[in-house]
């Protein structure tokens, strides 16, 4: 999708060096993509924190996972 919108170019250039791209269009896109995996990792933290885990924290039963 093309589309005009108006960036603040002092925070593009934030984001521009913290995420290691090049130019404009590589920039939004790794953004829009690194706030698209927050979201699903926030989702993975609520299902696992709203299950009986009680296992995950006994060092006895985790030990022989690894």
């Known amino acids: 999708m093309r ?3 108006d960036i603040d170019k002092e925070l593009l250039e934030v984001v521009q060096e ?3 791209t090049k130019n404009m269009k590589e920039t939004v896109h790794a953004a829009l993509a690194e ?3 927050r979201a699903k990792r926030r989702e993975a933290f609520e299902y696992w924190t ?3 885990n009680t296992d995950l924290l006994d060092p006895e039963i985790m030990k022989h996972p690894w």
């Open 3 to 5: 589309t005009v919108i």
């Open 50 to 52: 709203s299950r009986d």
């Open 35 to 37: 706030v698209a995996e």
């Open 18 to 20: 913290e995420l290691g």
